[in-house]
């Protein structure tokens, strides 16, 4: 978490990722890293917005919405923050404590793509429309390539404004 004493990183290793390897691999305690804030500048929630937020996560992608969350967090903000958040399985859940903690302010859906719990009430697949939310709030979209083209896709679909809907992609590197 960022604070005074340091930075937090949040790294899932790509075996076929430029940076990843060498920051799970090689990196030490220690260690010097240049680090830079976003590059565009435009997958950024601010506490002073009070439109509503509706977040959709794919794996890793919850990454840049979870420092979201706490931003809404330390500031006391009471923006509606709805959190979609899909998982191959119950295992890949990243940040579970603090996501899960009774009283975070934030609605959290877990839902599944390969492997779901057995109390879990849907089945487990792929995104589809009704896995999101109706149209109103501003949208932050984060994770693999396909599945951020999805949902954006399936957001602009229900009727969001595609000017409303930010998105974050990555993936393995090329050749």
């Given at each position: 978490?960022?604070?005074?004493?340091?930075?937090?990183?949040?790294?899932?290793?790509?075996?076929?990722?430029?940076?990843?390897?060498?920051?799970?691999?090689?990196?030490?305690?220690?260690?010097?890293?240049?680090?830079?804030?976003?590059?565009?500048?435009?997958?950024?929630?601010?506490?002073?917005?009070?439109?509503?937020?509706?977040?959709?996560?794919?794996?890793?992608?919850?990454?840049?919405?979870?420092?979201?969350?706490?931003?809404?967090?330390?500031?006391?903000?009471?923006?509606?923050?709805?959190?979609?958040?899909?998982?191959?399985?119950?295992?890949?859940?990243?940040?579970?404590?603090?996501?899960?903690?009774?009283?975070?302010?934030?609605?959290?859906?877990?839902l599944y793509t390969r492997k779901a719990p057995d109390d879990h009430s849907r089945p487990p697949g792929r995104?589809?429309?009704?896995?999101?939310?109706?149209?109103?709030?501003?949208?932050?979209?984060?994770?693999?390539?396909?599945?951020?083209?999805?949902?954006?896709?399936?957001?602009?679909h229900l009727g969001h404004d595609p000017a409303r809907i930010k998105t974050e992609r990555f993936g393995p590197s090329g050749?």
């Amino acid at each position: 978490m960022a604070g005074a004493e340091g930075v937090e990183l949040t790294v899932q290793r790509a075996e076929d990722g430029e940076v990843s390897p060498y920051l799970t691999q090689h990196l030490r305690i220690g260690d010097q890293l240049e680090i830079s804030g976003p590059i565009g500048g435009w997958f950024i929630w601010r506490p002073t917005c009070t439109t509503p937020v509706l977040l959709v996560a794919g794996g890793a992608g919850i990454v840049p919405l979870m420092s979201m969350i706490r931003a809404r967090r330390k500031a006391g903000a009471d923006t509606p923050f709805p959190l979609i958040y899909f998982l191959r399985s119950p295992e890949q859940l990243y940040y579970a404590d603090e996501l899960m903690r009774p009283g975070s302010g934030v609605r959290v859906s877990l839902l599944y793509t390969r492997k779901a719990p057995d109390d879990h009430s849907r089945p487990p697949g792929r995104l589809i429309a009704t896995d999101l939310d109706p149209p109103g709030s501003a949208c932050f979209v984060c994770g693999p390539t396909g599945f951020v083209e999805a949902a954006a896709d399936l957001l602009v679909h229900l009727g969001h404004d595609p000017a409303r809907i930010k998105t974050e992609r990555f993936g393995p590197s090329g050749d």
